[in-house]
Nanobody
Framework: QVQFVESGGGLVQPGGSLRLSCAAS????????MGWYRQAPGKQRELVAA??????VYSDSVKGRFTISRDNAKNTVYLQMNSLKPEDTAVYYC?????????WGQGTQVTVSS
């Protein structure tokens, strides 16, 4: 089974920055396309960003503000989040893209508020 442990979330002011980390274990995550997802209360989980070894994809709402990267040696995926907006508030998860594994980690809460 694939296990994901997300970290790095917190409470930040609009315009602030956070760097999220996703540590994968139980499998070799580098062979999969990895992505960051988020889910706000009352909304469906949505894809935020994804990457392979050579390309990236971002949702229109975060393009230019977020950057996804990975460290294959550490089985870790990162999401650098800049210029945060209140609408970015959500629980952020990492998983396979475009078809996630059935298992989801606990996620990390990101709250953007003044």
């Amino acid at each position: 089974q694939v296990q994901f442990v997300e970290s790095g979330g917190g409470l930040v002011q609009p315009g602030g920055s956070l760097r999220l980390s996703c540590a994968a274990s139980g499998t070799i995550s580098s062979i999969f396309v990895m992505g960051w997802y988020r889910q706000a209360p009352g909304k469906q989980r949505e894809l935020v960003a994804a990457l392979t070894g050579s390309s990236t994809v971002y949702s229109d709402s975060v393009k230019g503000r977020f950057t996804i990267s990975r460290d294959n040696a550490k089985n870790t995926v990162y999401l650098q989040m800049n210029s945060l907006k209140p609408e970015d508030t959500a629980v952020y998860y990492c998983n396979r893209f475009p078809v996630p594994f059935n298992y989801w980690g606990q996620g990390t809460q990101v709250t953007v508020s003044s």
